[in-house]
């Protein structure tokens, strides 16, 4: 977060592309957060829903509603 949440992007994609956190919840959910701060809208919703299919429990599910409920009103 220190230099924003474009090198963060790069971080992520990078752990998504060695495949050592496949299926872990919070990379989608990483991504996503970092996808809505840029404004990449409908990015960001693939990535909550992917987190969402993924989280363990209800507390990580409702948080990730909450940040879906709040995107969608942005994609055009």
């Not at 956190?21 to 970092?34: C, F, I, K, S, V």
């Not at 404004?39 to 209800?58: F, I, K, N, V």
Request: charged share 30%.
């Amino acid at each position: 977060m220190a230099e924003g949440p474009a090198a963060g992007m790069a971080l992520v994609d990078a752990l998504s592309g060695s495949g050592a956190l496949e299926g872990y919840h919070l990379l989608p959910a990483t991504r996503a957060d970092l996808l809505r701060r840029l404004g990449r809208w409908a990015e960001a919703d693939t990535a909550y829903r992917q987190a969402l299919a993924l989280a363990p429990g209800e507390p990580e599910r409702h948080y990730l509603r909450r940040r879906l409920d709040e995107i969608r009103g942005r994609i055009g």
